[in-house]
């Protein structure tokens, strides 16, 4: 069993920055590709951000050159610091694992963005 929680969001200014966290429970040396989502009001949830346990990472096209996903496994913890937000950017963000087969989701945690 894996639990995530996701720390971090808030209210900003469009140009301004956030770092999300999630706390992983348990050892995530053994945890695959971990990623960060994001679902808009009226939208489908999408992928922002992934990372693989070997640091390779992967980005929607929206984000690259404004956000980085990271993950210190000795920590348990993965992040993305988002630089540049737009407006855009607001919805809830959610962190994923996908181990032994499955994806686990945290609660989410809402960033917005005002113009």
């Known amino acids: 069993q894996v639990q995530l929680v996701e720390s971090g969001g808030g209210l900003v200014q469009a140009g301004g920055s956030l770092r999300l966290s999630c706390a992983v429970s348990?050892?995530?040396?053994?945890?695959?590709?971990m990623g960060w989502y994001r679902q808009a009001p009226g939208k489908q949830r999408e992928l922002v951000a992934q990372?693989?346990?070997?640091?390779?990472?992967n980005y929607a096209d929206s984000v690259k050159g404004r956000f980085t996903i990271s993950r210190d496994n000795a920590k348990n913890m993965v992040y993305l610091q988002m630089n540049s937000l737009e407006p855009e950017d607001t919805a809830v963000y959610y962190c994923?694992?996908?181990?032994?087969?499955?994806?686990?989701w945290g609660p989410g945690t809402q960033v917005t963005v005002s113009s």
């Open positions: 994923r694992a996908s181990y032994g087969g499955h994806g686990y």
């Open positions: 990372i693989t346990r070997g640091a390779s990472t």
């Open positions: 348990g050892s995530i040396f053994s945890i695959g590709p």
